[in-house]
C-alpha cells in the first residue's frame, strides 16, 4: 500500500523560499507512468493544483499562476519529491498536499491514487 507523507517548517517568513518534501512509502517514485504532484488548499478556498514531475523525473509541469515561483525535484535513493516555492507571500497560506498516481494537474483529490494527509504553511513574520 502505497502511502505519502508531507514534511517541512510549518512557518515561513515573507520573501523566503518555501520547502516541502513528499516521502513515498509502500512503492517507488519511479514506477513507471506514474505522476508525483502537489496541490494546495488556502483557508476558505479549493484546491489548487501546483505542479507534476514525472516518475522518470524527465519532465516538470507547472500550474502557470505559479510557474516563475515554483520548482519540484526527486531524490530516488530517498523516494522522495520536493517542492520549492519562492518569494512567498501571506497568500501563500495553506494546507499543502502530495499526490501521486496515472493523473496530474486534477484538483480533487478524488482522482489521484495515493494523496498526502497535508501540511499546514503559514507565511508570516
Known amino acids: 500500500q502505497v502511502q505519502l507523507q508531507e514534511s517541512g517548517p510549518g512557518l515561513v517568513k515573507p520573501s523566503q523560499t518555501l520547502s516541502l518534501t513528499c516521502t513515498v512509502s509502500g512503492g517507488s517514485i519511479t514506477t513507471s507512468s506514474h505522476y508525483w504532484s502537489w496541490i494546495r488548499q488556502p483557508p476558505g478556498k479549493g484546491l489548487e493544483w501546483m505542479g507534476t514531475?514525472?516518475?522518470?523525473?524527465?519532465?516538470?509541469y507547472y500550474n502557470p499562476s505559479l510557474a516563475s515561483r515554483t520548482s519540484i525535484s526527486r531524490d530516488t535513493s530517498k523516494n522522495q519529491f520536493t517542492l520549492q516555492l519562492s518569494s512567498v507571500t501571506p497568500e501563500d497560506t495553506a494546507v499543502y498536499y502530495c499526490a501521486g498516481g496515472s493523473v496530474y494537474a486534477r484538483s480533487s483529490s478524488d482522482e489521484y491514487d495515493y494523496w498526502g494527509q497535508g501540511t499546514q504553511v503559514t507565511v508570516s513574520s
Open positions: 514531475i514525472t516518475a522518470s523525473g524527465s519532465m516538470t
